[in-house]
């Protein structure tokens, strides 16, 4: 579990130097760490909290991003 915690937190990084909104890369990582099986079908993503602390943004921003996943694909939110 270490491990692919690690994985996780490498792949959904965001670089604040880059000219492309944390937000818009934060949605952009997860949907590629999706699409390379790192979270697998069903498997639920991390919540605000985890996803902000994973990421290295802030809530608001990891709330953002998890909004606009759930309305580009077939994802659902649910609160916990």
Same mark, same amino acid.
């Given at each position: 579990?270490?491990?692919?915690?690690?994985?996780?937190?490498?792949?959904?990084? %965001?670089?604040?130097?880059?000219?492309?909104?944390?937000?818009?890369?934060?949605?952009?990582?997860?949907?590629?760490?999706?699409?390379? !099986?790192?979270?697998?079908? !069903?498997?639920?993503?991390? !919540? %605000?909290?985890?996803?902000?602390?994973?990421? !290295? %943004?802030?809530?608001?921003?990891?709330?953002?991003?998890?909004?606009?996943?759930?309305?580009?694909?077939?994802?659902?939110?649910?609160?916990?």
């Amino acid at each position: 579990r270490e491990g692919r915690d690690e994985v996780r937190e490498e792949t959904l990084a %965001v670089d604040s130097a880059v000219n492309v909104s944390l937000c818009e890369q934060l949605l952009q990582n997860l949907k590629r760490a999706i699409s390379r !099986g790192v979270y697998q079908p !069903g498997e639920r993503l991390p !919540g %605000v909290h985890a996803l902000a602390a994973q990421a !290295g %943004v802030s809530t608001k921003v990891s709330r953002q991003a998890l909004a606009r996943l759930a309305k580009s694909c077939s994802s659902t939110r649910k609160r916990a």
